[in-house]
């Protein structure tokens, strides 16, 4: 059989599976209901670009149309894929209800949290409402879930300002980006009226650093033309949706501007703009990147193209280079959260910016992109609602950027495993990495939910099988993460007598073992 019939064969095969999958008890024919009922347990919406050839079709037909084989393969084939990683729930999020249903509970207990003030010295963003709270959520999957306010357009303010930084390094490269602003902490207000020693912004997180990067973003282009430029990148990161802008918040930041025109005027006399510049000129296209419109909603999308490495989940489009967002999410973790950003990256460790309208745009790399908004403002300009809504969500869910070192996240939950993981597959798993030593997978199995201590058929652990083996580096790790030195396999042996008798003195040492090779416990 040639190679592109075994293709067709196994095609048809999945078509196939997809169709058992659906088709309840005793019926020959899958429901549409079904296939719907599948699409929002997972968290697929039904504007996801990649089901529109599936979705189109179906939405023409009556809401109890059903459907033998033949006609289900040809509705689902333009989706075939994504269909079967709903149906089989080998999406990201595998268990999707459950996480939903607790994302949607730690929305609700920071809704009561009224803590803060809108920002006052932009006159536009005083007038909204302070009570409003909107959270997204779009995983590197295209799975959504939106809360609240979630679809009420917002001005994006500094959250504007990580990605100009990507525009700007996608046109001109790290080298000539870096030239021109530095990649430190500032250590002071993010509007202060400071420069590092070289006379360069600091950060491209601060007001100074956001005016460098829009100055470097097609230089010799119209305003208008730059304007349109951005815009469509926001688009691509976005999954096709453009951006609004709101004149009135521009107008109005650009009548209240001082301190930016200070910070323009104080670079330009340090040289620091490239020449030719035009300062006041790229003030107004730095105030029209804040004055941008875009929702929670689409926000989220944006974030979870950074997650995916520059590639949007809802379109595959490739809308940013991996290095340049991997130089973006570096300088969002250690100086996106203004003046907190040093407590942000230690207590929910990762990378996010913030803006004074009240958004939060927040990166789990590999994992999902968050948006949350809400006004109110604690003193260092962040919203109070989206700090606690985050701290809360690091607490239950192993997403630090640090969880993932030896067992530190052992007591929290990593949504990204299936919710019945095969125990005797982590059992045969955790016995070989322990007989060959492998320390990092022993780490990678226990964070996945494997118990150190399970046993095989015969009664012996992990710690049995490095021990009898002499993988002393193994077997301190899995001390460390709780094994039992003194449990005992089905012949009344402990680790501590396997070393002994395989002769490896240094594990017997470790164990704590006597002249009988009884170990500590």
Request: overall charge negative; proline content about 5%.
């Given at each position: 059989?040639d ?44 504007d ?45 999020i ?38 409003q ?17 979630a ?74 033309d ?9 688009a ?72 995916n ?9 490739q ?13 969002m ?10 407590e942000?990256?230690?207590?929910i ?14 990166v789990?790399p ?5 948006c949350?908004?809400s ?29 993932g ?10 949504p ?5 993981a095969?125990?005797r ?31 095989d058929?015969?009664?012996r ?40 008798r ?20």
């Amino acid at each position: 059989m040639d190679a592109s019939r075994m293709d067709v064969d196994a095609f048809t095969q999945r078509e196939h599976q997809i169709f058992d999958l659906l088709l309840r008890r005793g019926a020959q024919r899958v429901r549409a209901a079904d296939i719907h009922r599948v699409l929002e347990e997972t968290g697929l919406r039904h504007d996801d670009p990649r089901l529109q050839g599936m979705l189109k079709p179906l939405s023409r037909l009556p809401g109890d149309a059903t459907f033998a084989r033949a006609e289900f393969f040809d509705l689902v084939r333009p989706s075939l894929l994504m269909l079967e990683l709903a149906a089989t729930r080998r999406l990201v999020i595998p268990d999707f209800p459950s996480f939903r249903g607790e994302v949607r509970s730690i929305f609700d207990r920071a809704l009561s949290n009224r803590a803060g003030a809108v920002a006052e010295y932009i006159p536009q963003l005083q007038r909204v409402d302070p009570e409003q709270f909107g959270l997204s959520v779009c995983t590197i999957d295209g799975q959504r879930i939106t809360s609240g306010d979630a679809r009420v357009p917002f001005c994006v303010q500094s959250v504007s300002k990580p990605l100009n930084y990507c525009f700007a390094l996608e046109e001109l490269g790290e080298e000539e980006v870096h030239s021109r602003m530095g990649c430190e902490p500032s250590g002071v207000s993010f509007n202060e009226l400071a420069l590092n020693a070289d006379g360069r912004p600091h950060n491209p997180m601060i007001n100074a650093g956001g005016i460098m990067s829009a100055a470097l973003i097609r230089q010799d282009d119209a305003i208008a033309d730059r304007f349109d430029h951005v815009a469509r990148l926001w688009a691509k990161l976005a999954g096709g949706h453009k951006p609004g802008f709101s004149n009135a918040t521009y107008l109005s930041e650009r009548s209240t501007g001082d301190r930016n025109f200070a910070l323009a005027y104080s670079m330009r006399e340090r040289r620091a703009f490239p020449r030719g510049e035009k300062l006041v000129e790229n003030l107004e296209f730095y105030f029209q990147c804040c004055s941008l419109e875009m929702t929670a909603d689409t926000l989220s999308v944006v974030a979870a193209t950074l997650a995916n490495g520059g590639r949007c989940p809802l379109t595959g489009e490739q809308a940013l280079s991996h290095t340049t967002v991997q130089s973006c999410l570096s300088l969002m973790l250690s100086c996106g959260m203004y003046d907190y950003s040093g407590e942000w990256a230690f207590r929910i460790g990762l990378p996010s910016k913030s803006g004074v309208s009240g958004a939060v745009l927040t990166v789990v790399p590999n994992v999902m992109g968050i948006c949350s908004w809400s006004p109110r403002l604690d003193a260092q300009g962040n919203s109070v609602r989206a700090i606690d809504f985050c701290k809360r969500l690091v607490r239950r869910y192993n997403f630090h950027i640090y969880d993932g070192l030896g067992s530190g996240a052992s007591g929290k939950i990593d949504p990204r495993l299936q919710p019945h993981a095969d125990e005797r597959t982590f059992v045969i798993d955790m016995c070989w990495a322990a007989s060959e030593g492998d320390c990092k997978g022993l780490q990678r199995l226990v964070l996945r939910g494997a118990d150190p201590n399970a046993a095989d058929y015969d009664g012996r652990t992990p710690l049995h099988l490095a021990a009898c083996e002499g993988r002393t580096d193994a077997v301190a790790l899995l001390l460390e993460l709780g094994a039992e030195p003194g449990v005992r396999d089905r012949w009344d042996n402990t680790p501590c007598a396997e070393a002994e008798r395989c002769g490896h003195g240094g594990v017997v040492g470790l164990l704590g073992g006597d002249e009988k090779g009884n170990g500590r416990g």
